[in-house]
Structure formats: structure tokens, C-alpha cells
């Protein structure tokens, strides 16, 4: 089974679009319309508590949960865990109440019961608010399964699947996980249909490929949720996923190798097979966005300029999906809303990043989308290699 490719001459990309298609690219014109319109926002100004806690919080959840992760240019990669960046408490982060959806205390709680252990909370306590759980300091570390792309803990006789590098899965993750390359060719169709319809066709060559995270390491050294090889990579072949199965709670996959082509702006880029769409999604929209700007001319950006483009259009995707007609999410409501939830969870996660590359580029570069739209932006960047004041 050979790789699926993003090849916009393909066959797939010439038919016409269908009536729900056309609503897709009107939709993503709309969304770049608006950005013209849309209200200055100056985050500089506004002065926000310093919480001691939420200090605490920070330093322990990034030692214990996080990895640093500074990406140099030349690679475009994506961090794993950036999903789980809001983790950090910014004590800046100016949410609601000035609080954030998780909240650490050292004192025990006499009227709380951990969701994961179902007994009464005696030690150092994690509450995450937007998925409602609560559960003792010591399940991060004692082996209770974390899914890998929603950041929720077991509970109770939910099924959990190891995916084949030790990931973990939860199930409703798992619902619209991508695990092959069979899986990943609608979605590649509908962020083709994104780009198009921003007017930003990528006319060229460029292979896709999942990879699982033991060949993302042999590449990087680190973990990543995707990754673009460009042309001064010096790697000739990748070890991609053609095929899963799932055995009991473990999934094993077969893999092929695929010689990269030589002589190529973009050699390839590969996505982190197992994750859902809407997740895997945004990471392809990143990751074509570094792609676009190779193929394009962008040399010499700055790491938050490039990466912050980058995570505005994984930002983006994800506002454009809407949920209606998408074949993969057929099914009850209730796998539905978690969908919605995960979006949002995901947003949120781009959003409140405190790296200097992919949190404050993304809203050095969100700001200037917002008040000048993204097409002059982009050709404000392509001339001066700056961001428009």
C-alpha cells in the first residue's frame, strides 16, 4: 500500500465539489472576510492577578507532565503535548474569574471523592473542570492511564487502548481516531478544501505520512505530533504506518518504507498516527501552513513568525469545523458534543501556550490577522519578514 499524497493535481482535487463542499469553502471565505472586521484587541494593557497557587501549579505540572521543546526553523515541527499547554497556568491568563479550568491544592479535602480511586481525597488533589474530573495528585504518576490527545484520566471501567509505542487512548477519542492511511484520506480531502478555500492552493508535490511516535523520535529526538521535512533534511526514507489492527486493548501496526524524493522544497510530512481527526487535523493545517510557506518564499523568518502562522491556521481549522454532514461524526449526540468539546479544548490549548514561539508567536500573529486580514498579512510578511504594526 503505497502513502497517501497531497497532490493538487490529483484526481480527487479536479471533480466539482459537492452542494456540502460548497458550503465548506464559502464557509472558510467567510471566516477570512471577517478577520478584516474583526475588533483590535491590545492584551498589553490589562493587568491580571498573580495567584501563588496557580504559580505552584505551574512549576509541577511542567516538571512532572511536560517536556521543553525548543524547535529550531529548519524542522516545522509540532510539539505532542502543545494540546495540553493550558496544563501551565499562565497566571496571566485571562479567563473567566481569573481562574483556569484546572485547579491544584495541597489540602486535603474532606468533602471530596477522587473519580479515579473512588475514595475520600486525603493528600494533594487535580481538578479539571472542563471534563469534570477530580482525583488525588499521585494517579499522574502511578501508572492510571492519561489519554494521550484529550488529557482525561480512566475512570471507573471506561477501555482504554495502548496504541503500539505506548500511547494510551480513551474510547472516545478513539471513535474518530486516525490509526491508517485508509483513515487520514478524507481528512486530507477536507483541509485541501480549507487551504482552497483561503486561496492558498498548494500546488506541489508532497508526500503524507503516518508515522507513530518510536520514527518521530528516530528523526527528531523529540516527541512531536507531526513534523515537515524540508530540503536541506538529510534523511532519505521513513518507516510510515500502512496498516493497523486492533488485538483485545492493543493496537499493532505494520509498516513500509517510502523513499523520500530527493531535490524537493518540502520533502514530506508526517503526522502522528492515532490521534482523532479534528486533532490530527489541525496538526496537518499547521504543518501545511510551513509547507505552503516553503513552496511559496518565505525564507529567513524569525521562529514566532513562521510557527505563529503556523498555529494561527491550526487555530483556524478548527473554527471552521462546524460538525454538520462531516462523515465521521455519524453517531450518537453524545460522541458528538465530545467532539465539540474536544475543539474547544484544543483551541484553548493554542491559545494560552506560554511558549515564546508557539504561544506568543501565535498571538503576535493573531492580533495582526485580526486587524489587517490574513491575505495582507501574509504579503506584508513575504516583503519585509515582519508582522504588520
Known amino acids: 500500500m503505497s502513502a497517501y499524497r497531497f497532490l493538487d493535481e490529483g484526481p480527487s482535487y479536479e471533480v466539482q465539489f459537492s452542494e456540502d463542499e460548497n458550503e465548506d469553502v464559502v464557509r472558510a471565505i467567510d ?14 494593557d490589562i493587568e491580571f492577578p498573580q495567584i501563588d497557587e496557580v504559580e505552584e501549579l505551574a512549576q509541577e505540572m511542567e516538571e512532572i507532565t511536560l517536556s521543553s521543546t525548543d524547535l529550531s526553523a529548519s524542522t516545522g515541527g509540532i510539539e505532542l503535548e502543545w494540546w495540553k ?12 474569574k481569573g481562574t483556569s479550568w484546572w485547579r491544584k491544592s495541597s489540602k486535603p479535602c474532606n468533602t471530596l471523592v477522587c473519580d479515579v480511586c473512588e475514595e475520600q481525597i486525603c493528600s494533594a488533589w487535580l481538578r479539571c473542570s472542563y471534563w469534570g474530573q477530580t482525583f488525588c495528585q499521585k494517579h499522574t504518576s502511578d501508572g492510571t492511564p492519561c489519554c494521550c490527545a484529550c488529557s482525561r484520566v480512566k475512570i471507573g471501567d471506561m477501555k482504554f487502548i495502548t496504541l503500539s509505542d505506548g500511547r494510551k487512548l480513551c474510547p472516545d477519542c478513539r471513535h474518530t481516531a486516525v490509526m491508517d492511511p485508509e483513515d487520514c484520506k478524507p481528512l486530507l480531502d477536507e483541509v485541501h478544501r480549507f487551504f482552497k478555500g483561503l486561496n492558498m492552493k498548494i500546488k506541489y508535490y508532497i508526500p503524507i505520512l503516518l508515522v507513530d511516535n518510536d ?31 486492533q488485538r483485545g486493548e492493543n493496537i499493532k501496526v505494520v509498516k513500509e518504507v517510502e523513499q523520500l524524493p530527493p531535490g ?27 509547507a505552503w510557506m516553503r513552496v511559496q518564499g518565505y525564507p529567513g523568518l524569525s521562529l514566532p513568525i513562521e510557527e505563529g502562522l503556523s498555529q494561527v491556521m491550526a487555530h483556524k481549522w478548527l473554527e471552521w469545523q ?23 479544548f484544543l483551541k484553548y490549548g493554542i491559545e494560552k501556550r506560554h511558549s515564546e514561539a508557539y504561544g506568543h508567536g501565535f498571538r503576535e500573529v493573531k492580533w ?10 501574509l504579503e506584508h510578511i513575504a516583503r519585509t519578514r515582519k508582522l504588520p504594526e
Not at 234 to 245: K, Q
Not at 264 to 290: N, S
Not at 322 to 341: C, E, H, P
Open 264 to 290: 524537493r522544497k518540502v520533502k514530506a510530512v508526517l503526522l502522528l498516527y492515532g490521534f482523532p481527526k479534528i486533532a490530527l487535523g489541525a496538526t496537518l493545517a499547521h504543518e501545511l501552513m510551513h
Open 85 to 96: 499547554r493550558f496544563k501551565e497556568f499562565n497566571p496571566s491568563d485571562p479567563t473567566s
Open 322 to 344: 462546524s460538525f454538520a454532514g462531516d462523515d465521521y461524526m455519524k453517531g450518537t449526540s453524545d460522541k458528538v458534543q465530545f467532539l465539540r468539546n474536544l475543539k474547544e
Open 31 to 44: 471566516l477570512s472576510l471577517q478577520e478584516s472586521q474583526a475588533k483590535e484587541v491590545n492584551m498589553g
Open 368 to 377: 495582526a490577522v485580526e486587524r489587517y486580514g490574513l491575505r495582507y498579512t
Open 215 to 245: 520514527e518521530i523520535i528516530r528523526i527528531h529526538k523529540k516527541r512531536l505530533l507531526g513534523l515537515t521535512l524540508y530540503e536541506k533534511f538529510e534523511l532519505d526514507a521513513v518507516n510510515y504506518v500502512t496498516r493497523s489492527t
